[in-house]
């Protein structure tokens, strides 16, 4: 029994570890469906004595695409019907309100069979945090699915602290789930995420982008009394989170994955140099959809995502466009992360600008 747990957590662990991002996973398996041996959703209806009733036609799709407006947390921006696309072919969508354990949390759902098919979190304005997974898994043969729900929330990173949960030194407890959520055993693991380099990541729509690098490690504990007397490294992954973007990349066992694209955010305006040098960068473009904004009437304003604020100066020069440049003092070493919110007959768009300080 105690392997079946250990080969059970193991697995959806390390599907944890290689997950990216990616877009809406169309056949997936959901929360609470009844799963074949093979993995795929039972579908068949039981029998009730009265004909089911039609399925209604699907209404019309929206006429212009989704934008996602930056008001919450900047590093991991989150919009229903917005899909993030990896370069291994993962696609990640997100939808609220998922209740895992006793609290609503984010679920973001994954493309790929290799990915698992969601991961739980919480996102407040300044912390993400872990909360478990659900995913497919091969197991003498068979696909079985189950999931892995965090007694407590694991603290992922902290921007406005700048700094992850550190090491747990004491074992957490977590449920193995089958799929319609029943709770098949207990086991205890350790967590650590600490803060690694920040520095550019590169990226297919966005190029070059800032992004700190997390480093993320789980190890399957035997304690005794809640003290870990052994330990079985399950997972030691990184992945780099950049404003306004999100999971820009993730690395697994040598392989990183990168952000291809996402449909519905703006091009971030980038600036990267060596500290003490950013009074004397060069002003830089608004640009929305990968054109200039020379609107006088639209209003735009700055929103700022991290603790230094008044960083950034937003003006119409003489180029005939909107302009953004670093005035004030000089900012510290690290990532900074701001918004120009721009409103056009009463629609939003924001446009992340992202810092790097070396």
């Known amino acids: 029994m105690k392997l079946l747990k250990f080969c059970l957590l193991f697995t959806l662990l390390v599907g944890m570890a290689a997950c990216s991002g990616g877009g809406t996973n169309k056949d997936g398996v959901e929360r609470n469906s009844s799963t074949t041996e093979e993995g795929g959703t039972n579908t068949e209806t039981p029998p009730t004595g009265e004909?089911?009733?039609?399925?209604?036609?699907?209404?019309?799709?929206?006429?212009?695409?989704?934008?996602?407006?930056?008001?919450?947390?900047?590093?991991?921006?989150?919009?229903?019907?917005v899909t993030w696309h990896y370069d291994n072919?993962?696609?990640?969508?997100?939808?609220?309100?998922?209740?895992?354990?006793?609290?609503?949390?984010?679920?973001?759902?994954?493309?790929?069979?290799?990915?698992?098919?969601?991961?739980?979190?919480?996102v407040t304005d300044n912390e993400?945090?872990?909360?478990?997974?659900?995913?497919?898994?091969?197991?003498?043969?068979?696909?079985?699915?189950?999931?892995?729900?965090f007694h407590s929330l694991r603290r992922v990173y902290d921007h406005v602290l700048d700094k992850g949960e550190g090491r747990s030194f004491l074992a957490k407890t977590a449920?193995?789930?089958?799929?319609d959520g029943n709770v098949v055993s207990e086991v205890e693991y350790l967590w650590s995420s600490r803060i690694g380099e920040k520095q550019l990541i590169e990226t297919g729509q966005f190029g070059l982008v800032p992004a700190v690098e997390l480093q993320v490690n789980i190890d399957l504990?035997?304690?005794?009394?809640?003290?870990?007397?052994?330990?079985?490294?399950v997972i030691e992954t990184s992945l780099w989170l950049s404003p306004g973007l999100g999971i820009v990349g993730r690395s697994l066992l040598g392989t990183t994955i990168r952000l291809e694209?996402?449909?519905g955010i703006q091009a971030p305006v980038v600036f990267a140099f060596d500290e003490g040098t950013g009074l004397a960068q060069t002003p830089?473009?608004?640009?929305?959809?990968?054109?200039?904004?020379t609107d006088m009437e639209a209003d735009l304003v700055v929103a700022y995502g991290t603790n230094e604020m008044d960083w950034l100066n937003l003006e119409f020069d003489g180029t005939g466009s909107w302009r953004v440049s670093l005035t004030g003092a000089e900012l510290?070493?690290?990532?900074?992360?701001?918004v120009v919110q721009m409103t056009r007959n009463g629609v939003r768009t924001d446009i992340p600008v992202s810092v790097l300080v070396r």
């Open 51 to 81: 004909e089911p009733e039609p399925t209604p036609e699907p209404g019309p799709g929206p006429e212009s695409p989704i934008s996602v407006l930056l008001d919450g947390n900047l590093y991991f921006p989150i919009a229903e019907g």
């Open 89 to 122: 072919g993962d696609e990640v969508t997100f939808t609220t309100g998922e209740v895992i354990q006793g609290r609503t949390l984010v679920s973001m759902h994954h493309s790929l069979d290799a990915m698992p098919r969601e991961e739980y979190l919480r």
């Open 128 to 149: 993400i945090e872990y909360g478990g997974l659900f995913a497919f898994f091969a197991y003498q043969g068979a696909a079985v699915a189950g999931g892995v729900e």
């Open 175 to 179: 449920d193995l789930v089958d799929p």
């Open 221 to 233: 504990a035997v304690t005794a009394s809640g003290i870990p007397i052994q330990t079985f490294p």
């Open 261 to 263: 694209r996402v449909d």
């Open 284 to 293: 830089k473009q608004v640009m929305v959809d990968g054109s200039a904004v």
């Open 332 to 338: 510290p070493v690290g990532i900074h992360g701001a």
